[in-house]
């Protein structure tokens, strides 16, 4: 109970026991107490009109208090809601802001990339143009070159038809000499040893045959092989031209038989020289012949050289086969004497001289070998 009530509560008490006191008295004095309590209820009563209207006005306004602390607090409720939703909408514009800024990254990244792209495709356009150019330019020479290969083909052609005729009128005249020479025989066929062949117009004569060498083939008649100096090559003209020396060891066929071997058929010649480190090198030429005797058995023909030795051999071409008791070759020094051997001596000048017959030089610097014949158109010489 408030302060208000608590008033009210004592006017009507002070007012009720003065009423009570007029109802015990006179009527006269009944008159005056009613007139004096009128005269002291009415303010009273007065005062509690106004309280009341007052205590209903202080509801009011307590009622009009609490609606407006509801409306407060829903107001500051809201101000929150408005103060989050506004902290959101700052996030979102910060958020706008940052995808603002990389949206325009992105934008610069783009026109970049798009200069890039036309300074690409510019490029790419000049390296098509140039391409263009160049493949013109190698169409003009691809169609010149072709041109000229169409020429060099119809040369080639015609060669080889050449080559054919030639080939075939070869063809022709091995066949007629095989059906003259049905006794001929060589080391074709043969193993590796001592065997004995025939030819044309000549005593059948044994020779050494060589077909373990996997680099030259099989098939080859051994004419020279120099191996350890146990033979000497300073002979005469006489012993070149029939041969010396021992089939199993070193020696040397003779110029004779050479002679009559390589006129019967096309021959090679097959040269492999070594030294006392084992290392090896070879030359080949694929048409050796050799001359007869009333020609001093001239080194007629040797052919295309082919291998890795060097060819020492190509410059005494033409060359007679000279010895120490019979030399033709100029000066005053014949090499023939200087070397001690015979051989197709080119000069007399030590830069020219070439020979394979002269005497074995010490372990390390010394040249030997072997001189092998092949009746399938070959003739060989292995150096060791």
């Keep these: 109970m408030n302060n208000i009530q608590v008033n009210i509560f004592l006017i009507l008490l002070i007012a009720y026991k003065v009423y ?31 309280t009341t209207t007052m205590t209903q006005e202080q509801n009011e306004l307590q009622q009009t208090i609490k609606v407006q602390a509801e409306t407060i607090k829903n107001l500051n409720e809201l101000m929150k809601s408005k103060d989050m939703q506004l902290m959101q909408q700052n996030k979102s514009i910060q958020l706008s802001e940052s995808h603002a800024l990389n949206q325009q990254k992105l934008i610069d990244e783009y026109k970049m990339q798009s200069e890039l792209n036309s300074r690409f495709y510019e490029s790419c356009q000049r390296r098509n143009r140039n391409q263009q150019n160049l493949y013109e330019n190698l169409s003009k020479s691809f169609k010149t070159l072709n041109q000229n290969q169409q020429k060099l083909i119809d040369q080639f052609q015609v060669q080889l038809s050449n080559l054919k005729s030639e080939i075939q009128s070869k063809d022709n005249k091995i066949t007629k000499s095989e059906n003259l020479n049905t006794n001929v025989s060589s080391c074709l066929r043969k193993m590796t040893g001592i065997h004995v062949i025939t030819l044309p117009d000549a005593q059948p004569f044994i020779v050494s045959c060589e077909s373990n060498w996997i680099e030259a083939g099989t098939g080859w008649t051994v004419i020279q092989r120099r191996k350890d100096g146990s033979v000497d090559f300073n002979r005469t003209w006489s012993e070149y031209k029939e041969g010396f020396g021992d089939l199993g060891g070193e020696f040397f066929l003779g110029l004779e038989k050479l002679h009559l071997l390589t006129q019967s058929k096309p021959h090679e010649l097959y040269i492999l020289l070594g030294d006392f480190k084992h290392e090896t090198r070879y030359a080949r030429y694929n048409n050796f012949v050799i001359g007869n005797e009333t020609e001093f058995y001239k080194l007629e023909e040797l052919g295309i050289y082919s291998g890795n030795a060097g060819d020492a051999l190509s410059c005494h071409k033409n060359k007679p086969f000279s010895t120490v008791n019979k030399f033709h070759h100029s000066g005053s020094n014949p090499c023939a004497k200087k070397y001690n051997s015979g051989w197709w001596f080119y000069d007399n000048d030590d830069t020219s001289c070439s020979v394979m017959e002269g005497v074995l030089r010490k372990a390390g610097v010394h040249r030997a070998g072997t001189i092998f014949y092949d009746d399938i158109d070959i003739i060989g010489c292995y150096m060791w």
Excluded at 27 to 49: A, I, M, T
């Design 20 to 50: 009570s006191s007029c109802l015990m008295a006179s009527k006269e004095l009944g008159d005056q107490c009613s007139l004096y309590c009128y005269q002291v209820v009415k303010p009273l009563l007065q005062y509690v009109n106004t």
